[in-house]
T-cell receptor, first 113, second 114 residues
């Protein structure tokens, strides 16, 4: 079945550091790919998405490129801030048939000032 | 968040009681999804509903759990005879239609069973 594997956390960085959170997937067909962010005590917010190969999703300085050849969707940010501390979830959904999100296990990110 | 309204935000139940969680989708959305997040884990799909229909309940436990999305009113996730292992965050999400649309999440309902 479909699955998403994320880089294990927790990840701790200093402010202004470069961030990469790895995400790879296994799916039949051509899924849509997403990054969601969950701040402490809150629900999930859509951070960015990509719906086809080579698409780049971007938002709030975060970027991720849909790489079909490596089945990856790594999240990157050039300079992180303390306010980026949260749990990040990579997810996919089929573009055909019944739609449901398959999530990775989440990566907890802590940014120190 | 994104307009999906869940209530209650926090619910405490004793073992054996019933828990009812409500979800009103975003305006114009006819598809509702429920996910469960156990402590320190990712979200797991439970059920996918359209108005008056269950489309996919492959993630629902076979016993004690049920979901509905009536013609009028919110979607309800019902857990009967709760046990400690049901303690989790339950997230509702909605989308305007089926495959290919972005799914938007509510802020979640945190159930604690004591």
């Amino acid at each position: 079945g479909d699955s998403v594997t994320q880089m294990e956390g927790p990840v701790t960085l200093s402010e202004e550091a470069f961030l990469t959170i790895n995400c790879t997937y296994t799916a039949t067909g051509y899924p849509s790919l997403f990054w969601y962010v969950q701040y402490p005590g809150e629900g999930l917010q859509l951070l960015l998405k990509a719906t086809k190969a080579d698409d780049k999703g971007s938002n709030k300085g975060f970027e991720a490129t849909y790489r079909k050849e490596t089945t990856s969707f790594h999240l990157e940010k050039g300079s992180v801030q303390v306010s980026d501390s949260a749990v990040y979830f990579c997810a996919l959904t089929r573009t055909q048939g019944a739609q449901k999100l398959v999530f990775g296990q989440g990566t907890r990110l802590t940014i120190n000032p | 968040n994104a307009g999906v309204m869940q209530n209650p935000r926090h619910l405490v139940r004793r073992r054996g009681q019933e828990a009812r969680l409500r979800c009103s989708p975003m305006k114009g959305h006819s598809h509702v999804y429920w996910y469960r997040q156990l402590p320190e884990e990712g979200l797991k799909f439970m059920v996918y509903l359209q108005k008056e229909n269950i489309i996919d309940e492959s993630g629902m436990p076979k016993e004690r759990f049920s979901a509905e999305f009536p013609k009028e009113g919110p979607s309800i996730l019902r857990i009967q005879q709760v046990v400690r292992g049901d303690s989790a965050a339950y997230f509702c999400a909605s989308s305007p239609s089926g495959a290919g649309n972005t799914i938007y999440f509510g802020e979640g309902s945190w159930l604690t069973v004591v």
